[in-house]
Each structure stands twice: as C-alpha cells, then as structure tokens.
C-alpha cells in the first residue's frame, strides 16, 4: 500500500470549514484513498472513501487532484465534536480476498477553536 | 445494530497472568480485525480473520493468542504479558466476503495495563 503524508496538526475555527491536506504520491492506479478519524479515547471511524473523482457524503467531502497524488478531506462547518486525529490511508479495494489490512499513518490532529 | 463492543474497558495484569479480551459484532461481517494501539501512536494490525479463519498474523509474538470461536465473537487471549504491551487493543470488523469491502467498523477498545 502506498504510503501518505499529512501535516501533524492544523487548527480551525468553529463553524468555519477544515481542509485537510494528504499526500500520496506513490499511489497506484487500483489504490484508493480513505478518510478515518479517531476522537479521544475512542475507536476509529471511517469517514469516506474515493477512487478519482471527487465524493461527498454526509460527514465529509473528498476532492482526489486529477493525478490523484494528493487529496483534501473537507469538513464544510467543523464543530467542536470534529476535534480529532484524522488519518488519511491509502489501499487497494478488497474484493473477497483476505487482506483487508488498513495501515494507519501518523494522521493529523484538527483542533476545532471554539 | 451497527456497533462492535469490547470487554472488558479496562484491564490491569500482572506478568503472569493470564486473561482474555473479547469482541463481538452483530452486523453479519465475516472479517474481524485485533489493532494494538500505543499511546500518541495509530493504530498497529495485529491479526486477521476471515470467515473465522486466521489469514493474517502481523509476526504478533506468541504471548498473544487470537481465536474466533464463531463469526460474531473474536477473543484476544492474552499470557505472560509484558509491561511493553500496555496498549489500547482495538477489535474491528468488516463484511468480507466477496464483495465490496470499504469500511471497517472499530470497537471502543480495551485500555489494557501490564504491571
């Protein structure tokens, strides 16, 4: 699997929206990009997933450049409850095989300023 | 019911002891996953299981025993620990199977000390 870089911190205001940033630019053609976060003291959470295009979904916007060697996770109004680690992974798409390994980076801690 | 639960939360141990960590999901995956987390540190796999099968051991030292007794339940069982494995274990899963397989579910963890 490809391996990323992300800033180790970013801040934003409350209400306000979060970019963050990723680098994967030894991504591989069959590779996607996914989003997970871990709140304090909890599990982590998947956020969103892409291939090429951009996607969206109720948590979060994923914009993938067109030579997919980076992308920016966007949280639209980031609140209070969005402070977290966010890790940014990259991998193959498992299609029944046994190797669903999600191999986590050092991520980015968004604090979110009231 | 979209939840994977870990018991104990927490676990206190001596060396020598011997205990369990359990997990269980109702979501009908047939891939369950044991993280080991460090602190300030992501996530490390440990082990794989599909279809209750073991399919992935990540050179974890023997001291740690998986089992998947069947497909909801997945059991981490734990033997003459050290103080190095203080850790927040982390179980996940995921469909599996021959199908799209995009999201790993995780459970809150169980916070685990080695005296």
């Known amino acids: 699997d490809a391996k990323t870089t992300q800033p180790p911190s970013m801040d934003c205001a409350e209400g306000r929206a979060a970019n963050l940033p990723c680098n994967h630019s030894?991504?591989?053609?069959?590779?996607?990009v996914y989003w997970y976060r871990q709140i304090h003291s909890q599990g982590p959470q998947y956020i969103i997933h892409?291939?090429?295009n951009n996607e969206t979904n109720e948590m979060a916007s994923l914009i993938i450049t067109e030579d997919r060697k980076s992308s920016t996770l966007i949280l639209p109004h980031a609140t209070l409850r969005d402070t977290a680690v966010y890790y940014c992974?990259?991998?193959?798409?498992?299609?029944?095989?046994?190797?669903?390994?999600?191999?986590f980076g050092t991520g980015t801690l968004l604090a979110v300023q009231p | 019911d979209t939840e994977v639960t870990q018991t104990p939360k927490h676990l206190v141990m001596g060396m020598t002891n011997k205990k369990s960590l359990k997990c269980e999901q109702h979501?009908?995956?047939?891939?369950m996953y044991w993280y080991k987390q460090k602190a300030k540190k992501p996530p490390e796999l440990m082990f794989v299981?599909?279809?209750?099968?073991?399919?992935i051991n990540e050179s974890v030292p023997s001291r740690f025993s998986p089992e998947c007794p069947n497909s909801s339940l997945l059991n981490l069982h734990l033997h003459a620990l050290q103080p190095e494995d203080s850790a927040l274990y982390l179980c996940?899963?995921?469909?599996?199977?021959?199908?799209?397989?995009?999201?790993?579910?995780f459970g809150p963890g169980t916070r685990l000390t080695v005296l």
């Open positions: 996940a899963s995921s469909q599996g199977g021959k199908g799209l397989d995009n999201e790993q579910f």
């Open positions: 030894t991504i591989s053609g069959n590779e996607y």
């Open positions: 892409g291939l090429k």
């Open positions: 992974i990259v991998r193959a798409l498992n299609y029944g095989g046994a190797t669903n390994k999600l191999i």
């Open positions: 979501m009908g995956h047939r891939a």
């Open positions: 299981y599909s279809y209750e099968k073991l399919s």
